[in-house]
């Protein structure tokens, strides 16, 4: 069994080491082209020391961090220290803070005292290059030995694989953001929807999609990667050894560019421990969603001699990497079936497309009530036309429910040949139904809605809904970003997370910044406030001051957003002093979420979505933390002890 450390007694134990004389730990690290085969086909990458990932990096809380890092590819590339806490020049972001980049053949030192414990990672901040391999873990102990202590430890890195160049990917985007969405619904999903919800219900959702230009199945801009656990596909076994009785931790990190994770390890339970490197309250799950370049720590205690499979699926499902927990090498566990890849909701649009003008009559509502307005925010955008549509709006609708997944051309929309599938009204009772009531009358085995606290809704849209979250289409797809895990699963929770020790700086804010995340998918254009990476003046901030900001997701697309250099203290609900420190807080499609930021690291800091191709495409701005005078130097005693993170952006750096 696993013991957990009492935090006074750990404390205690920093304060003595701290004392004494820190030392100094030196890593030489080679970056190089090279080429993979990637499901049979060969494409160019990246390694770190002829290696995909690169070397784990280990560290102990107190030393110095000296880092060599030798360039051997044609093109300028970076280390980003990504959750560590160290002096702004030290970030790793090109065009920061005077740095350039380290340049072809060059040798470049990075150095820092690590200043906090905990699980982390480095990648290239410089174009696409973190994509191609280049990045590693890192695990930094605390200085007397860790506050959970187990008898096994082990990383597991998660990342993808390509054989295409993540340049051509990028410019593949900006031709057809729908590019990689090979899951787009057809005219044979429509007749089966039709079949189950009615023609006109089927017809009319088709329409509204139609109308905003957005396709309810693009979950991921890119899919179809092969997916790998500390760089090995699936049939490749990645194996951790345990002894029956034995408790092991799992150092999870996601550095996909991509793809969000759902992970889990049938048969077993497991304790979440640390997330982005900060230890939390233990709590005991059956499965996580990992974003983008989040980390967790969990602890798992196997009592029977078998083998258990670590098993991470894409929230498209189009893939899954693994790794097994085994008592002997090359022992292998059963490997789940993928589940039902998800349709989007209209709910989960946010205000991407224009939404004024449609049809929202007839079909089932089963939307939430607006949300309480958000300070700083636009008001909710309001809908007309909620009556009967007009010969108007039926031709518009024809023409929109053609460029809605399929083609519709040839098909007799008159209804006379349809009125077996038209559906009638639904009662009060049948709207007010649970997504389980509603797959029950169905007859379908509901996937509940999952409250993953990645954001409150922003605004109740009012839009008439196919089905309820959580119940399936006539395709067997399930409705809702949030949904995927069987009923009775314990899936974890932003709003589970709660610090294991109380913050340093528990001071309400001084002022609110709100940050809206928009885009033009018609073009691939992301932004922060409407504005992409260059256009608009940086964020600035106070040293010393404490700040709300609020992230309202306007788009469709769930986003890991990451600030370099300090934490950010998400507001999940718990007490203002236990609020859990995040380096990446991911907002949910069409909702909103808000983090308290205590500006104690001077300097030029990176502030972007951490999806690759979103600050690609220019989901970037700078924080610019700065004394009163604008002096950006090093301080002796920064205002307040909290600690922070890192996570850069693009335009010249990744």
């Known amino acids: 069994m696993f013991r957990l450390i009492r935090p006074r007694l750990l404390l205690a134990a920093i304060a003595l080491f701290t004392a004494a004389e820190a030392q100094a730990a030196e890593y030489d690290l080679v970056l190089a082209p090279a080429t993979v085969t990637t499901a049979g086909r060969p494409g160019p990458a990246i390694t770190v020391n002829g290696q995909i990932p690169g070397p784990t990096l280990h560290?102990?809380?107190?030393?110095?961090?000296?880092v060599r890092v030798t360039n051997n590819l044609k093109d300028t590339s970076s280390v980003h220290w990504h959750g560590i806490l160290l002096d702004s020049k030290e970030d790793g972001v090109p065009g920061f803070n005077g740095f350039v980049g380290i340049k072809p053949g060059q040798t470049y030192t990075y150095s820092f005292p690590l200043r906090q414990a905990g699980t982390y990672w480095y990648h290239a901040h410089s174009a696409t290059q973190e994509q191609a391999g280049h990045y590693g873990a890192i695990v930094v102990d605390p200085p007397n030995g860790p506050v959970v202590k187990t008898d096994r430890d082990y990383v597991l890195v998660f990342s993808e694989s390509t054989a295409e160049d993540p340049e051509r990917i990028l410019g593949n985007l900006k031709v057809d953001p729908s590019y990689y969405n090979t899951g787009r619904r057809t005219?044979?999903?429509f007749f089966r929807d039709a079949g189950k919800f009615g023609f006109q219900a089927a017809w009319r959702d088709r329409a509204n999609w139609g109308r905003m230009r957005m396709n309810p199945t693009d979950i991921s801009d890119v899919s179809g990667y092969v997916l790998l656990a500390n760089g090995k596909p699936a049939e490749a076994n990645e194996t951790f050894l345990f002894t029956p009785g034995q408790s092991v931790k799992l150092r999870l990190v996601n550095s996909s560019?991509?793809?969000?994770?759902?992970?889990?390890?049938p048969g077993l339970k497991m304790t979440v421990v640390a997330a982005d490197g900060r230890d939390v309250v233990p709590v005991t799950v059956d499965e996580l969603r990992i974003s983008v370049a989040e980390t967790y720590d969990v602890v798992v205690e196997p009592k029977a001699d078998q083998a258990f499979t670590i098993f991470a699926e894409s929230i498209d499902r189009r893939g899954y990497a693994r790794a097994t927990l085994a008592?002997?090498?090359?022992?292998?566990?059963?490997?789940?079936a993928m589940r039902p890849r998800a349709i989007l909701t209209m709910a989960e649009m946010g205000t991407m497309g224009g939404m004024a003008g449609m049809d929202m009559s007839g079909g089932h509502d089963h939307g939430a009530p607006a949300a309480a307005p958000i300070p700083g925010a636009a008001p909710a955008p309001e809908h007309h036309n909620h009556g009967?549509?007009?010969a108007q709006d039926k031709a518009a609708d024809s023409s929109a429910a053609a460029q809605s997944g399929g083609d519709m051309a040839g098909m007799d929309m008159s209804g006379g040949g349809h009125a077996h599938h038209q559906a009638a009204s639904p009662s009060a009772g049948e709207m007010n139904m649970t997504p389980e009531e509603h797959a029950a009358m169905m007859g379908d085995a509901a996937l509940p809605k999952i409250d993953y606290g990645m954001g409150k809704p922003t605004a109740g849209h009012g839009m008439s809904e196919l089905s309820p979250e959580g119940t399936l289409d006539g395709s067997g797809r399930v409705f809702g970003w949030a949904n995927g895990a069987p009923a009775g699963s314990r899936v974890l929770s932003y709003n589970d997370l709660r610090a294991l020790?109380?913050?340093?700086?528990?001071?309400?804010?001084?002022r609110e910044i709100v940050v809206r995340l928009g885009g033009d998918m018609e073009r691939f254009v992301w932004t922060l406030n409407g504005k992409t990476f260059g256009e608009d003046q940086p964020i600035r901030l106070r040293y010393g001051e404490r700040?709300?900001?609020?992230f309202i997701n306007e788009t469709m697309m769930a986003h890991p957003m990451h600030l370099h250099g300090m934490f950010m203290q998400l507001e999940n609900g718990q007490p203002a002093d236990l609020l859990p420190d995040k380096h990446v807080v991911t907002v949910a499609p069409g909702r909103t979420a808000s983090v308290l930021i205590t500006a104690n690291e001077l300097g030029e800091w990176a502030f972007h979505c951490h999806l690759l191709y979103h600050m690609e495409a220019g989901m970037m701005q700078q924080v610019v933390v700065a004394r009163e005078d604008g002096s950006m130097g090093p301080s002796a005693a920064p205002p307040a002890a909290h600690d922070h993170h890192d996570h850069a952006g693009h335009g010249g750096a990744q």
């Open 59 to 66: 560290f102990r809380e107190g030393e110095t961090a000296t």
């Open 187 to 189: 005219v044979g999903d």
């Open 257 to 265: 560019a991509m793809t969000f994770l759902d992970v889990r390890i």
């Open 327 to 336: 008592t002997r090498a090359g022992d292998s566990g059963p490997i789940p």
């Open 388 to 390: 009967a549509p007009s």
């Open 501 to 510: 020790t109380p913050n340093a700086d528990s001071r309400p804010p001084d």
């Open 547 to 550: 700040v709300r900001m609020t």
